[in-house]
């Protein structure tokens, strides 16, 4: 990568990080992972006491953040992207303190040390442009985590069909230059995914991979994940526009996942 490919890349990760902060979707997100993933998990108080937690794909440390506020014992958030991993450490970005952030691609990165009670991943397997590189993720993710511990991952919507590509009144739109079969793409399908502000201004756009419901399920099984869960968006029923979210919890362009080792 030359000198301006990479001040481009740069860019756009950085409005990928301001995008993470502000984005109107982040209420519904926010709601999905902590009150419909993340709290099976807790302990009586509410929090993570005691856990070891690897945040994967962890970009400029939103959510790990979010996790250590849980009370962790121990944090590692960790990423590929040099770039991403300096401003999860810019206190711009509110405190980082005890948290540990690592440079690293996870496809080809040796087992760590010692094991962990939670492992999160929030739009790594997005990243997977081929099925080795989808079964390479989740086979460290099943060597990190401890006997009958959880993963929580999200990732684009693949079980809501075309209808979840458009979805500009939230700030995201997916394009593919590939026909839909019905509601049907082929595995490792380009999908080309644009970020808006809250002006309707596109802000960055970069490349994800389609995997099929029925891959996942199989990686995931093969690997040798004892459970595997889709969790569909939901709204905190309390949200005083909620009605404005109803759109996007009909045609949500993320999905959760939460497996068992």
Known sequence: MNNNDQDGYDETLSKFAEYRETNVRQPVEHYTIHNCMLKQFLDKDGLLTGKRVLDLACGHGYYTRELKALGCSYILGIDESPT???????????????IEYMVADVKSLPALQSSFDLITAFYLFDYAQ????????????????????????????VVGGKDMFNNRKYGITRETKLPFD????PDSTEIIVTMYDTQDVPMCSFSNYHYSPT???RVFKEVGFKTF??????????????TFFEDLIHNAPSIGIIATK
């Open 84 to 98: 991403m991993i300096a401003l999860a450490r810019d206190s711009k970005w509110h405190c980082s303190e005890d």
């Open 130 to 157: 081929t099925i080795d590189e989808l079964f390479s993720m989740v086979r460290f993710i099943y060597a990190q985590l401890g006997e009958a511990k959880t993963f929580i991952g999200v990732i684009g919507n």
């Open 182 to 185: 019905g509601d049907l793409l």
């Open 215 to 217: 891959t996942y399920e």
């Open 229 to 242: 869960q889709w969790v569909p968006y939901q709204c905190d029923p309390n949200d005083p526009n909620g």
